[in-house]
Nanobody, 126 residues
Framework: QVQLVESGGGLVQAGGSLRLSCAAS????????MGWFRQAPGKEREFVAA????????YYADSVKGRFTISRDNAKNTVYLQMNSLKPEDTAVYYC???????????????????WGQGTQVTVSS
């Protein structure tokens, strides 16, 4: 069982930056691939970024490529999402998710992941 707790959300002006963190419980964090998703009001949950357990392979949605960076610190059981050049359309609740790395297939699909955090709100004002 893995418990995930996101933090770092908030209100920021367009063009600004935020860094989200997701802290995971357990001693085998490096065996999990991690993903970030977001959900805006009235919209479906959408993929943002993912990272394999080693941290060497990352994936991004086209909408955030070049602006967001996913990274992880396996010694701290934490995955990060650095968000730069934020836009109002980035406003959403952001969730982190985990799945055992050997089961990672379609990282952009929410159903790939077994564990989810409670989410953190990101609001970008224009």
């Amino acid at each position: 069982q893995v418990q995930l707790v996101e933090s770092g959300g908030g209100l920021v002006q367009a063009g600004g930056s935020l860094r989200l963190s997701c802290a995971a419980s357990g001693r085998t964090f490096s065996t999990y691939a991690m993903g970030w998703f977001r959900q805006a009001p009235g919209k479906e949950r959408e993929f943002v970024a993912a990272i394999r357990g080693s941290g060497r392979i990352t994936y991004y949605a086209d909408s955030v490529k070049g602006r967001f960076t996913i990274s992880r610190d396996n010694a701290k059981n934490t995955v990060y999402l650095q968000m730069n050049s934020l836009k109002p359309e980035d406003t959403a609740v952001y969730y982190c998710a985990a799945v055992l790395d050997y089961r990672f297939r379609l990282g952009s699909k929410a159903e790939t992941y077994d564990y989810w955090g409670q989410g953190t709100q990101v609001t970008v004002s224009s």
